[in-house]
């Protein structure tokens, strides 16, 4: 007899989603977080509104976590990190060290959900000065400053009379070694640009992008009434390079639609940092002797018509540990994982 | 005692996903479909190979037929089309019809798999002369042509020395109706370039785009590709006309990055046409009065957490039915839809 409980690794979206439906088809779930709470990413990094329904991020996540806090199936392990794995499909042994005690957790298989972390701007990119100048923030400094309702300059706590995005932080650069498109970090701009639009109705918002990637619905949702609603203007340039004149920031670089350079006065500079895979993930894939792709993702298998699968068989991922994700992304996959995962624990347990 | 069937309507990738889910979970799967055979758009439409892994699609889709076709916990019913409904969650009494005759089938839950339909580029783009020039075709129309190894010109069966890719046809077109983006025109228009490219090495291969939307790592595994070993030719550009000039066509337009009209002869007009709901979407959301929006896509529920709910409970939906999907958000969405469908079924049947 198989063991049918399915240990998550993760307390985030991807990981709540997961418990809550194990344990709503009956099964066990065993949810473990390395954090003391739960609410992964958009909690530990304060986010203030969903995109692309700008739902308030807080309560959203505080009613995920309530889902399985209140849950009789979900077995909670909180301070908690995976430090081994021995087993197979139906009998796996998960080695983890929860408040400095080692203890062994027997599940039957594993849904990995741990995530990504915001690119460093300060790590290769020194030519935007995120470390040198206080009012160079990135997406998630910006989430911060919108969730506290106070969205003012560093510097000098004075409200800002001109903002812009730069697009594509350590995306699609070959230099910095992530080729991939984090997928939604234009999104997320042209959400914090209505929002900021909204908070400081002076303040001119500009968006310097590559490609503006607002596919689907987010299209119409977000970026269009980002345009013709609350007038945020979009340039398609390159940003070279911010200096520091007087008061202000200067951004230089190269309009590509209107073939000039540019060299223009802003207060606050957002750097649109992308998604890379999380230390979790990295280590977690390793201790499970997971795949990962060439830029430390988990490597999913079976392309297109696959999303959470792995090489090791008991063993699933989800969500943005296994590549840029948008919520709906991560969400469905946790989904797709629960079915997957009970289904292959199942196929041991139930006669054919 | 509720009924724990589930029916599933459409056999394309998300009801052969929903099925085999359902099925694997042990519970009973109703699969039904309008056509006489599963597989869905991939198989009606003869796609040659998956976007972004270049899986054969045949083979693909085989395997998912395979898949439900010989399991006994999935009831298939082909040439069925729904016509009614009654009841409600753990009680549902739908009508069919199957072969000339009434039935009805008792379920618990419903998950609406019915996808999308090509845009008709004749409908409201004249400009492009769709209906008017052989050489001109739409992506369905090339996949044909890749699937049978012969990428000919259809006025004169012979090889193309220079193709171009329109993009964002019947999308972003507030004319049209269809502001939404498809969100796969680009990634399928960029693979069959590499195809194309593959198939006749002679033959220059140009699109013309608003914005790439090469999203997540299909910016690097189709579309860097494309550019550096494939080289095909992105251009940022707006086409409005087609004229046909001797034995060619003229693509007029502006090239916007370099600021100039632009006038270029191909042998092939690719016309990348958007997603468009189903009839079949449209009338089985009006059957089980599920909520579509302005593109008469079906709504669901919950934002950003939440991709497969619909106002109706009880009734799920997932794939391109709900609005623009690339496969890997089609089959996670099934996992989610059967997940939440089987959830919504128990908390009817298991005492809390």
Redesign the interface.
């Known amino acids: 007899m198989a063991n049918e409980s399915i240990l998550v690794i993760g307390g985030g979206?991807a990981g709540l989603?997961a418990a809550r439906?194990i344990a709503?088809?009956?099964y066990k779930a065993i949810l473990v977080e390395k954090r003391g709470q739960l609410g992964g990413t958009p909690d530990a990094s304060g986010y203030a509104a969903?995109?692309?329904?700008m739902?308030d991020a807080g309560e959203?996540m505080g009613e995920?976590v309530a889902a399985v806090e209140n849950n009789s199936n979900v077995e909670i392990w909180l301070n908690t990190t995976v430090t081994g794995s021995e087993g197979s499909l139906g009998a796996f042994k998960v080695k983890v060290r929860k408040d400095g005690k080692d203890e062994v957790i027997d599940t039957g298989a594993v849904i990995i959900c741990t995530g990504f972390t915001h690119f460093d701007p300060g790590r290769e990119t020194q030519k935007y000065g995120y470390y040198e100048h206080d009012d160079v923030i990135t997406l998630v400094d910006a989430e911060k400053l919108l969730k506290d309702g106070n969205f003012v300059r560093p510097s000098n706590g004075e409200a800002p009379k001109r903002v812009c995005f730069i697009q594509c932080v350590g995306s699609?650069d070959r230099q910095i070694g992530n080729?991939?498109?984090?997928?939604v970090c234009c999104g997320i701009s042209s959400k914090q640009a209505i929002e900021i639009r909204e908070m400081v109705p002076d303040c001119k918002v500009f968006i310097f992008y590559i490609?503006?990637?607002?596919?689907?619905?987010?299209?119409?949702e977000i970026y269009?009434p980002a345009q013709e609603k609350f007038k945020v203007n979009y340039i398609?340039g390159i940003a070279t390079e911010i200096i520091k004149k007087g008061d202000s920031l200067i951004v230089k670089g190269e309009d590509?639609?209107?073939?000039r350079p540019m060299e223009v006065p802003m207060d606050i500079v957002i750097l649109a940092v992308g998604m890379e895979p999380s230390e979790g993930t990295k280590t977690v894939a390793d201790i499970f002797g997971v795949t990962k792709?060439k830029y430390n993702f988990i490597e999913t298998t079976g392309?297109?018509?696959?999303?959470?699968s792995t090489n090791v068989e008991g063993v699933f991922a989800a969500g943005a540990c296994t590549?840029?994700?948008?919520?709906?992304?991560t969400?469905?996959?946790?989904?797709?994982?629960?079915?997957?995962s009970?289904?292959s624990v199942?196929?041991i347990t139930?006669p054919a």
Do not use: H, Q
């Open positions: 979206p989603e439906g709503g088809l009956g969903l995109t692309p329904d739902r959203a995920m699609r080729e991939y498109c984090s997928k490609d503006m990637r607002m596919y689907g619905f987010w299209e119409n269009w398609k590509t639609t209107m073939r792709n392309g297109a018509l696959n999303t959470v590549g840029p994700a948008d919520l709906e992304d969400i469905s996959a946790a989904g797709s994982a629960v079915m997957k009970i289904v199942r196929k139930v």
